[in-house]
């Protein structure tokens, strides 16, 4: 047990001396750091909300409009199934939640209702079930069909909005060059938005509070916007916008939709070349660029309206064909508005619209006093430990305490290594490791201690301690590590930055009470040989 094989010691060396110098970094200041040498570590770890400060939100998703938009779609679907089986209907709509139909001639109930049927599928993710969930629920009542959205579905399609929408959230604030954002579900529609080191949330309410589903429309030249304001109706095929700017001048726009927003490959900001003024500059895909092409090519002398969340922030008259797929968006922007809007088109529309559920600004001060907090606490627990360890073990608690050191050294080198966010939660799981590393030594000294007591000489003491101890070290860490685990898995936010550094602490303590002691221990046996043993 006290016998070290070559490739032992020399792995205990080099994961030793790599924690010291992946933690060293941590110590150095940022500004220093640029003068390190570009093969030594540079990586510190992160801190999050709470100890540096930053913009915490909680986004709700509209979940009651994507129920919405697929009946809408299904309405569409309806249509299509009974014109293809040749099967009249009337008052086909969506009334109380679902979609129902009336079929005209009663003999051909059962013809509509196998058509519907075939509409249906399983829901994603239910394929392997015993019992597969259906999307749709198709009840009839003599000649009237009704369908509605089963609850699986509903959950199904929240839950891909929900993740659609973290992406997308991610990508914009991706753009605003932040570190270490937190973006986590929260709940069933949900989304948990921590930006440590963002001071001012404001940029970051208007980026997400936009849901950027863009399209290219022509301006209807049956009337003005103020004339179909003035009527109170509007021409089929129409429908009255307005202008995001304050103005909010009514633009009657068609329903056609010219070009997607999805065929937008890339928009920038820039300035316009004849005025100076802020713009954005974007770039289709092939087919959009063709389809932006034609457009502009049979529109020429027309307004193009340019709608971005059924506001039109833009509606130049069409001069020329363009037809390189390239154009340009300006509408009096400021430079701050430009750059949010090429964010926006570029990372993508959101799946749904969200709201801003709560909001709330941690100021660095704050942050500041959390870490000193967590520094005296630490300092002080350290101090306690070393303390007692020297006073109840002399020498080998000397030991113990150099293995605590490296054991402290690892957690961090880790948590730079994995670019970990480091919360106050997290501080009290470091503190928490110190307690259990030293733990696991005053359970191997007392029975080494027993040992002793029984009679036996020094390296039999030692041996038979260290064996007796390990059973006991092992199942106490490996429960711990069982919560963390659970911890983790099941937590969010700083529940998970407590079991992320309680996990590391328990491996790394385990390592250095266990095998770094154990092989400080059999250097000094093999120097001294002592005669006797005093502990």
Known sequence: MLHFDRWKIVLIYILCVAGLVYTAPNFVPKSKLQDVPAWLPHQQINLGLDLRGGSYMLLGLETDALVRERLQGLVNEVRGALRDVSVPYTGLGIKDGSVVVRITAPADAEKARDAIDGLSSIVAGNQFSTLPERDLLITADGPQISIVLSDAAKRARVQSAVQQSIEIVRRRIDELGTTEPVI???????????????????????????????????????????????????????????????????????????????????????????????????????????????????????????????????????????????????????????????????????????????????????????????????????????????????????????????????????????????????????????????????????????????????????????????????????????????????GSGPVRGFAVTLGIGIVTSVFTAFTVNRYMVSVWLRRRRPKALVL
């Open 184 to 490: 986590q579900q929260q709940g069933i529609d949900r989304i948990l938005v921590q930006v440590p080191g963002l001071d001012d949330p404001s940029q970051l309410k208007a980026l997400l509070g936009k849901t950027a589903k863009m399209n290219f429309r022509l301006v209807s030249n049956a009337m003005s916007g103020q004339q179909a304001l003035a009527s109170r109706t509007v021409p089929a095929g129409t429908e009255l916008l307005y202008t995001s700017d304050q103005l909010k001048t009514p633009v009657l726009v068609e329903r056609r939709i010219m070009v997607g927003g999805d065929r937008l490959v890339d928009a920038q900001p820039g300035f316009d070349q004849r005025n100076g003024l802020p713009v954005v500059n974007f770039r289709f895909d092939a087919t959009g660029a063709r389809q932006f092409g034609e457009v502009t090519r049979d529109s020429v002398g027309r307004p193009f309206a340019i709608v971005l969340d059924n506001e039109v922030i833009s509606a130049p008259v069409i001069r020329e064909p363009i037809m390189g797929g390239q154009g340009q968006i300006s509408g009096n922007f400021t430079v701050q508005e430009a750059n949010n809007l090429a964010i926006l088109l570029r990372s993508g529309a959101l799946p749904v619209a969200i709201t801003v559920l709560e909001e709330r600004t941690v100021g660095p001060g704050l942050g500041a006093d959390s870490i000193r907090a967590g520094e005296i606490a630490a300092i002080i627990g350290s101090v306690a430990v070393v303390a007692f360890m020297i006073a109840s073990y002399g020498f080998f608690g000397i030991l113990a305490n150099i293995a605590l050191i490296l054991n402290i050294a690892m957690v961090f080198a880790v948590l730079s290594v994995l670019q970990a966010t480091l919360t106050l939660p997290g501080i009290a799981g470091i503190v928490l490791t110190i307690g259990m590393a030293v733990d696991a030594n005053v359970l191997i000294y007392e029975r080494i201690r027993e040992e002793v007591a029984a009679g036996k000489g020094p390296i039999p003491a030692i041996e038979s301690g260290y064996n007796r101890a390990l059973s006991s070290i092992l199942d106490a860490n490996i429960t711990t590590l069982i919560s963390a685990a659970i911890l983790f898995q099941m």
